[in-house]
């Protein structure tokens, strides 16, 4: 390249325009550009006004440091859009009923090890949800070194919270768990699992040497980490203004237009992740994050399915499902002689309530439920299917009040109280029965805003929701020991106060705490003492502490349970008590890893209790060995000798043929292996497990219905609601 004459006086001009009032080093740099190379003039061309000024970044000796290479700002990216996912990786690699991971590190690798062994390349589509996120972050902050250290540290955050969750409920974090931050973020605190001190503090250590590290790449860097340099003119500064605009506003619509479609089925992101090795198994969360990656589990989710519209679905076809309902509660109504509404029933959802005793491998000193076992002998009671362990308490909650089954959503929905209830127009729960909303009042000692419970429970046509904040505030809140939560017995007071102070029939639902994790040694003089069964498996410390302290618990509730209906014998109002555990607490981890406890560690106690005034004391009907709580309005029902709506009448003869269903939180079903993996769980009286091939057509029938009802109340167009489909003729 030839230089004229003006070429070489624009540039003189130029540079002594720029040295203008510099002195000492910085004018020396910047008038040794003067006779510079075309090469080293596009280095200045492309060098920011600010570091020209500031004469750029210097070592120790005053010397310019040298930018780092392009090549190498890619291979960091590439590094640490790895690292995040891997990370995040290690957080799920807790022992599952079908992926035994026995170390994070052997957990991470294997996303990576099957694009070798089988070709499947779920990696690569991690790498590239997590790379636009960080590509985004990295545009918005035009700082290599500040972004980096932000993803690492996102990333350590969420591989720590599901580490926690899948710890103690065996469940990935899910969408729904984000209205968690809406609510009383510090009570969250108190879902860390015992003993988990010495992870946070490492974690804590690791993020604060990610910023250390790259504080100091960043010092040697002479581009300080810039993405897009603006350079000394106008149209270079617009040049790169428009750039990053464009790597901010494309990443953000492609992750949008994928979370938006990446759980419908046929979709071009459902067909891109299934190129690329996504094997969806949302049924079981940890295991869909393990098998397909945290990001692409997570993201599936976001906007859910709540079911798929059955074939036949039309107001013609719902027409002739409310009245073949219709006759049969007709039938059953002709033998019956009472009605639901002429008692006050109460539903107490007992936290984590379930016999220790049944957990395979271990053995306590003492009986840690004598008066409920013996209450249970003299009343309907049996077995309840959970659909969760450790947690997921709303959804128990759900379907008792509801009498729908989580087993009839899509996979994708998996907490209706926060994915689909605060967006339904018509939601008919067993409540509303009672007529007036005065009649409905409900009780939880904690944090009412929990699965957005405090707005749910207005829709579900509740007058009162008594809870420790909030505009109704319930009145005793007594605790145990160390323990944090409201005792059994300060909650059950509460209701009595309610259930006696008015002659009316009323609706009572109870949500306890007592019971909830962590379970930390919280009562003195505790003389429940747990050991192994197997001479060759020892307990570990935690396990230990956290089983005996959990078995205090359960003998507490054993006493207060007993007490209150002792109480609620004595009214001259007829009462009824449907009292269930919701789950399993997750302190099992002996037993939980092997598979063939997974229905187990699934079963809680339920019974269905009346008082003297009832007229129904004893009364024990037939088919209760095993339940869901979809079924217990049906059961509470004929316990009562009560008549039913066609709704109600549609879920008796549901229970007759299947006793408990649920979603497939277990595949491996006691050796039992003709259950195809994800086909959901149903039980038969003696609790047996059924596979879909062996139903009868009576049965496959009453479960097309179902899936009809269940759409129709929750996604389709609401064609029963003007039928009387809820109403007792």
């Known amino acids: 390249m030839t230089r004229t004459s003006d070429d070489h006086d624009f540039a003189t001009s130029t540079t002594q325009h720029d040295t203008t009032g510099m002195t000492g080093s910085d004018a020396d740099t910047t008038a040794a550009t003067s006779d510079a190379s075309p090469i080293e003039e596009l280095k200045i061309a492309t060098t920011s006004h600010d570091d020209l000024l500031n004469g750029g970044p210097r070592d120790k000796n005053g010397k310019p440091r040298k930018p780092f ?80 250290p932000i993803v690492l540290a996102l990333a350590s955050v969420i591989a720590v919270a599901d580490h926690f969750k899948v710890e103690s409920r065996y469940e990935a974090i899910l969408p729904s768990d984000l209205n968690f931050l809406q609510s009383n973020t510090g009570d969250i605190v108190s879902f860390i699992p015992t003993g988990s001190t010495g992870l946070i503090v490492g974690v804590i250590i690791g993020i604060v040497a990610f910023i250390a590290l790259f504080v100091f790449l960043n010092h040697i860097d002479g581009r300080h980490g810039s993405m897009i340099r603006s350079g000394d003119s106008a149209r270079k500064a617009s040049l790169g203004a428009v750039t990053r605009i464009l790597l901010i506003v494309l990443p953000v619509m492609f992750l949008g237009m994928y979370t938006a479609q990446a759980g419908t089925v046929g979709s071009w992101a459902r067909n891109f992740s299934s190129w690329l090795g996504d094997i969806p198994s949302m049924w079981d969360s940890v295991y869909d994050a393990q098998r397909n990656g945290v990001v692409t589990s997570f993201l599936r989710q976001m906007n859910p399915d709540v079911m798929e519209e059955p074939k036949s679905y039309s107001e013609a076809t719902m027409k002739k499902v409310a009245a073949r309902y219709a006759a049969e509660a007709k039938t059953i109504n002709a033998s019956r002689s009472n009605n639901l509404t002429d008692s006050t029933v109460v539903y107490i959802l007992s936290e984590s309530f379930s016999d220790p005793s049944r957990v395979p491998g271990i053995k306590l000193n003492e009986d840690t439920m004598p008066n409920i076992r013996s209450i249970k002998k003299d009343t309907t009671s049996g077995l309840m299917l959970s659909s969760g362990y450790g947690g997921g308490t709303a959804n128990l909650e759900y379907m008792g009040l509801t009498g729908l089954s989580m087993a009839n959503f899509s996979s994708s929905l998996t907490s209706p109280y926060q994915q689909l209830v605060p967006s339904e127009t018509w939601m008919p729960t067993i409540n509303q029965l009672w007529g007036s909303a005065v009649n409905s ?20 046509g509740f007058s009162h929701f008594y809870a420790l904040q909030g505009s109704d505030i319930i ?34 639902q109870i949500i306890t705490m007592q019971n909830h994790m962590p379970y930390k040694n919280w009562y003195a003089n505790n003389q429940y003492k747990v050991t192994s069964t197997d001479s ?78 009832s007229g129904t004391q004893g009364t024990k009907v037939s088919n209760s060995e095993y339940s869901s709580p979809n079924f217990f309005v049906a059961q509470t029902a004929e316990h009562m000798d009560a008549k039913v709506s066609p709704y109600i009448a549609f879920l008796t003869l549901m229970h007759e043929k299947i006793a408990a269903m649920e979603p497939p939180v277990a595949n491996k079903i006691q050796g039992w292996d003709r259950i195809p993996e994800g086909q959901d769980i149903y039980l038969d009286s003696k609790g047996n497990p059924m596979a879909e091939s062996d139903f009868d057509s009576e049965t496959k029938q009453l479960l097309e219905d179902y899936k009809l009802i269940q759409y129709d109340i929750t996604a389709g167009k609401g064609y029963l609601k003007s039928l009387g489909f809820m109403t007792v003729g």
């Open 69 to 148: 290479a392009n090549w190498l700002y890619a291979v960091v990216f590439i590094v640490v859009d790895m690292a995040a996912v891997l990370i995040m990786q290690t957080g799920v690699t807790e022992s599952s009923t079908r992926v035994q991971l026995s170390s994070p590190l052997l957990g991470a690798w294997s996303i990576i090890g099957k694009m070798f062994t089988q070709l499947n390349f779920v990696f690569v589509l991690n790498l590239i949800l997590v790379g636009l996120f960080y590509l985004v972050l990295l545009m918005l902050t035009n700082r290599l070194w500040v972004a980096s």
């Open 441 to 460: 009042i409900a009780f939880h000692p904690y944090e009412p805003s929990m699965y957005s419970r405090a707005t749910n429970y207005k829709k579900f």
């Open 475 to 508: 009145k005793y809140k007594s605790k145990l020991g160390k323990s944090p939560y409201v005792s059994d017995e300060s909650t059950y007071k509460s209701a009595l106060e309610e259930i006696s102070g008015t002659d009316d029939n009323q609706f009572v």
């Open 536 to 613: 060759d498996t020892e307990l570990g410390k935690t396990e230990t502490e956290s089983i005996e302290t959990y078995a205090k618990g359960v003998s507490l509730t054993d006493k207060a349970t007993k007490e209150f209906l002792d109480k609620l014998n004595k009214l001259d109002k007829p009462v009824t008590v449907v009292f269930y555990g919701d789950h399993l607490p997750g302190i099992y981890k002996t037993a939980s890893k092997d598979t063939d406890n997974s229905v187990v560690l699934h079963e809680t106690d339920y019974f269905i209790w009346s008082n003297k005034a």
